[in-house]
Nanobody, 113 residues
Framework: QVQLVESGGGSVQAGGSLRLSCAAS???????MGWYRQAPGKQRELVAF???????NYADSVKSRFTISRDNAKNTVYLYMDALKPEDTAVYYC????????WGQGTQVTVSS
């Protein structure tokens, strides 16, 4: 059973930065890796993903502020979040796609105004 171990997150003031990391517990061939988030009372939404070839995709709400990157050798994905806004407050979930989908346990990001 592949596990995704997340780190990072926390609390920051608006305009600040945070970095999230997510590492797969096994060396497996992963297609997409990325992040979803879920704010209280809202549906889970895609934040960004990156393919094994390096193609990226971002939600419109985070474009130009967030950057996703990946270390394929370490099966690790990073999310650099800059210019954070209170509306970025949510639980952020890492995911990885092979023939199956795997999810991390979630990490809280809180942005205060």
């Amino acid at each position: 059973q592949v596990q995704l171990v997340e780190s990072g997150g926390g609390s920051v003031q608006a305009g600040g930065s945070l970095r999230l990391s997510c590492a797969a517990s096994e060396s497996i061939s992963i297609n997409r890796m990325g992040w979803y988030r879920q704010a209280p009372g809202k549906q889970r939404e895609l934040v960004a993903f990156i393919t094994s070839g390096g193609r990226t995709n971002y939600a419109d709400s985070v474009k130009s502020r967030f950057t996703i990157s990946r270390d394929n050798a370490k099966n690790t994905v990073y999310l650099y979040m800059d210019a954070l806004k209170p509306e970025d407050t949510a639980v952020y979930y890492c995911y990885a796609e092979t023939v199956l989908s795997y999810w991390g346990q979630g990490t809280q990001v809180t942005v205060s105004s």
